[in-house]
């Protein structure tokens, strides 16, 4: 068998070694914008997990025995704050209408103060961490 021209050696060699670091090249970018990645949609879903817990806080709550249950509370005082309301209307305009408006208007309060709480009152805190 006759050796290879050295010409071609040489390509050959080059070749392999081009070949390798532009692996290891790919590889280490490829894990550079993997993690780069991974940060921002942990970051982009935990914002996502904080608001829908701050959301659903109005409605569902941990009770006392450590379970997940309604938040009857917060139902109960929107819904009797809203039915007190009511006798401050004239009484052709007492119905039903105003005291479940007036609900919906307490729980969207609620939900917009756990929002309020979540990301914007954590930052003047000292336990803000986000």
């Known amino acids: ?3 290879l021209p050295l010409r071609t050696t040489l390509t050959l060699i080059f070749a392999a070694v081009l ?7 790919g ?20 914002d996502k ?11 569902i709550c941990k009770g006392d025995n450590g379970k997940t249950q309604p938040n009857y509370s917060t139902w ?7 039915s007190i309301s009511l006798s401050y209307y004239p009484s052709a305009d ?6 479940f408006k007036n609900f919906g208007i307490g729980m969207g309060f609620h939900v917009a103060g756990g929002l309020v709480q979540e990301f ?4 003047f805190t000292s336990r803000g961490k986000h």
């Open 1 to 3: 068998m006759k050796p």
């Open 19 to 25: 070949s390798v670091i532009l692996t290891a090249v």
């Open 27 to 46: 590889w280490a970018y490829h894990a550079t914008l993997k993690n780069q990645l991974d940060n921002s949609v942990s970051a982009d879903l935990e």
């Open 49 to 59: 997990a904080r608001a829908l817990h701050a959301i659903l806080a109005a409605f």
């Open 76 to 82: 109960g005082g929107s819904l009797i704050s809203s």
């Open 94 to 99: 007492r119905n039903a209408q105003h005291v």
């Open 120 to 123: 914007i009152l954590d930052k």
